[in-house]
């Protein structure tokens, strides 16, 4: 039988096995890509340790009065999650930089509620709901739930709450440009965002049942993490596995 004389020529006689040679170096690149993961960028800065949480953490945020505070804690009760509304924190913990006159708020720190937050979202298992979404590190989130309300439905909500003058129709307006969806798209993967209808208590019902299902299907996603030890240890296994004549080119570990 006639041997292709390329085919007998390109492999050299020490890397018998070049796709195995090739795994290894995935191995390697996966580990730079995951030291670049968790040294990279500011907004990974606040931990250098990739997350092991086996519950999702869920972002529910929208303008003020399109129901978040009530889906959330609805749906900590069916999910079995913790619920974190950041503007009750802010106030229990004073977590501000003082009162803001005009917009009749407090000027909340966003530090220091990233450091409240902090151990419980790297356990997993959280429902954080705020009207802001740009501050928290990207790395917390398994899914950012955006709710949106009919501009009319969102006005009667306010005014019952008593919002008036600069601070009804900053929301008012906020609401109408999408403000809150455009910057949850701009802070996270776009896969991750879902915008949910938040109208009436219908919406409340099928939106508490849509996430609860999607609580309970997650699962953490499967990362090739293989540390270099690891790494060393396969090595030894091949190399009696081929009774000490390993064929791979290990440079990168020696
Ligand atoms: P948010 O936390 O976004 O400020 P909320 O949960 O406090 O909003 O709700 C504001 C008010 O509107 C409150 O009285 C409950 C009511 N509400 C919220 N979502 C609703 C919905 N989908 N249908 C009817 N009423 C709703």
């Not at 004389?5 to 730079?32: E, G, K, R």
């Not at 720190?109 to 990207?138: A, K, Q, T």
């Not at 917390?140 to 909500?157: G, I, K, P, Y």
């Not at 999408?178 to 949910?196: D, F, G, H, N, T």
Request: glycine content about 6%; proline content about 5%; some cysteine.
């Amino acid at each position: 039988m006639l041997h292709s004389p390329v085919a007998a020529t390109a492999l050299p006689q020490s890397a018998p096995f070049p796709s195995l040679s090739l795994l290894f170096f995935c191995f390697y690149f996966n580990i730079l890509a995951e030291s670049a993961q968790n040294g990279g960028g500011p907004r990974m800065s606040r931990s250098r340790s990739r997350s092991r949480r086996v519950r999702p953490n869920v972002l529910v945020t929208g303008t003020p009065g399109t129901g978040k505070t009530t889906m959330s804690s609805l749906l900590a009760d069916a999910a079995a999650m913790r619920h974190f509304n950041v503007g009750d924190l802010v106030r229990q913990k004073g977590l501000h930089d003082g009162w803001d006159d005009h917009l009749h708020c407090h000027v909340i720190n966003e530090d220091m509620v990233c450091d409240e937050l902090e151990d419980s979202m790297e356990e997993g298992g959280n429902i954080v709901d705020y009207h802001g979404c740009d501050f928290f590190p990207e790395r917390w989130f398994d899914l950012v739930v955006v709710l949106q309300t009919d501009n009319s439905v969102l006005h009667d909500r306010l005014t019952s709450r008593g919002y008036m003058g600069a601070k009804l129709t900053n929301n008012i307006e906020c609401e109408i440009f999408q403000v809150l969806l455009e910057e949850a798209r701009e802070s996270y993967a776009s896969e991750i965002v879902m915008p949910l209808h938040s109208n009436n208590v219908e919406d409340i019902s099928r939106n508490v049942a849509t996430l609860t299902e999607w609580i309970n299907n997650w699962r953490p996603p499967v990362r090739l993490k293989f540390c270099l030890k690891e790494c060393m240890w396969l090595k030894h296994l091949v190399q009696i596995v081929f009774e000490g004549q390993c064929p791979i080119h290990l440079l990168v570990f020696d």
